[in-house]
């Protein structure tokens, strides 16, 4: 972008925030934690995790859905449960947004305080001022900010793979995710399985993952990549005992840096449902078999 246009673009962001700073001023100011802090809270106190972010809020709505998730009745009321919830084994992250737009570049600023423009006063009613929450964006560590640099990233990632260190992994991601497969992103667990989930509205088949998520997950760090299902799912594992963390979009924002991508890229073998464009979803060859024997069950879809 030209540096005329970037200054317009500049212009614009401050002449639009003047203009509608009063749509914003009743929604407080959250307290989220720094993403290294919620980091090591995963860690040190082996809490499982939950994200919203503005797809699970706006699925909070009837009269939403989303691209690869529908609406329901059950759907609504267990996300508002989860919001509602204070286990001491788990934690609710919302988006650093909520409290800070610092370390943030100008698109990314702009987009969520116009969602609290839009929905702001909606979505206070579910969240409480007092709290303290996680960070949604321990697994969007890169595309948005605007330090962007090997530096700070790395430290991120090495901060993240320090959860599941030397453990036994079980993957629940839908079908087309593929965490991990073509980076080192999960190189130092001790081990990796899968359960393959539909890639569209996980939820129709909420209880057959549940149930083999309790089944397979045993004395295993589970890592969830699907949707607003994930943020359900992590809390209904945390009520049972297990250890499940809400990790999704962490592998697309991974690739994203290994690329020095500067904008939502398609990224070849997964569906990027951000990108306007979407490479093919075919695996490469050379990563496909490690990939088809870590798969221990495929949950078919509902029609």
Known sequence: MAFKEKLSSTF???????QTRKLRQAFPRYKV??????ICEIISNRKSASRFGDGEFRLLFPEHYLEFQENSEELRMKLKEVLAGSLRNHIVCLPEQFCSFRKFDISTKYWWKKFINHYGGRIAP???SHRIYGNAFISRFYIGFKDKSETRVQRTVSNLKKIW??????????????????NDLFSNAKSIERIICPEKHAFRVYKNIYEAAQRYGKNKLILVALGPTATILCYDLAKAGFWAVDIGHIDIEYMWFLRKATEKTPIPGRHVNEAEQQESLDLPEEYAENYIKSILLQIPGSP
């Open 126 to 128: 579910f969240l409480d």
């Open 165 to 182: 260190n030397d453990r036994d992994l079980l993957i629940v991601e839908g079908r087309y995710s593929r965490l991990g497969v073509g």
């Open 33 to 38: 934690m720094p993403v290294e802090e919620c």
């Open 12 to 18: 614009y962001y401050y002449q639009w925030v003047v």
